[in-house]
């Protein structure tokens, strides 16, 4: 299948810095990505969608001021952190879906853990 | 908004022997996608096997295999033979084909395979 990459893999920050995440599409264009974060032991819960060159849809719930998603690129979305906190800390993991056929698989990355200390 | 419930938050298995995780779902929609995703210690997301709703026939994936119900909204997962590296995280999920054809999981079920 393809490949979704994520960097960096691991990141700690103080409280109050911001932290970018990087998630490319390594073998495919990737008309969407979706952004999901992950607590310990939880399921996947669903941030946001973003689609090449329009502003990403946020849940509802999901701080957009907080969590910056770009989709500059056909194979690269950015999820920045902004001000983070410890309550921010968690594993976000993106996903990448090739064309815009309801059919298209998606694929996902291998997550970012996050911690803010 | 759909829901996926998985009410077995574990399950183990000895090896070598088969296994049936359950899911069901809430939806309106009548086409839809549903999936199984193992997800090990690495946390690497892995597509186990999927099924598209319009189609009656159950999915196989060689030792993994569903069965559909599409009346009862469930989507139960078989494991066969079950082996040591099946050790995971396995969670379902819900596809629309709407609304930018977003995912949304359950809430995992943890299976241990003992030797």
């Known amino acids: 299948g393809a490949v979704v990459s994520q960097h960096p893999s691991r990141v700690i920050c103080k409280s109050g810095t911001s932290v970018k995440i990087e998630c490319r599409s390594l073998d495919f264009q990737a008309t969407t990505m979706f952004w999901y974060r992950q607590f310990p032991k939880k399921s996947l819960m669903l941030m946001a969608t973003s689609n090449e060159g329009s502003k990403a849809t946020y849940e509802q719930g999901v701080e957009k001021d907080k969590f910056l998603i770009n989709h500059a690129s056909l194979t690269l979305s950015t999820l920045t952190v902004t001000s983070a906190h410890p309550e921010d800390s968690s594993f976000y993991i993106c996903s990448a879906k090739s064309g815009r056929g309801q059919y298209n698989e998606q694929f996902f990355g291998p997550g970012t853990r996050l911690t803010v200390l | 908004a759909q829901t996926v419930t998985q009410s077995q938050p574990e399950m183990s298995v000895q090896e070598a022997e088969t296994v049936t995780l359950s899911c069901t779902y809430d939806t309106s929609e009548s086409d839809y996608y549903l999936f199984w995703y193992k997800q090990p210690p690495s946390r690497q997301m892995i597509l186990v096997i999927r099924?598209?709703?319009?189609?009656?026939q159950n999915a196989t994936e060689n030792r993994f295999s569903v069965n559909f119900q599409k009346a009862a909204k469930s989507f139960s997962l078989k494991i066969s033979d079950s082996q040591l590296g099946d050790a995971a995280m396995y969670f379902c999920a819900y596809r629309s084909p709407y609304n930018n054809n977003d995912m949304r999981f359950g809430a995992g079920t943890r299976l241990t395979v003992k030797p």
């Open positions: 099924q598209e709703a319009y189609k009656q």
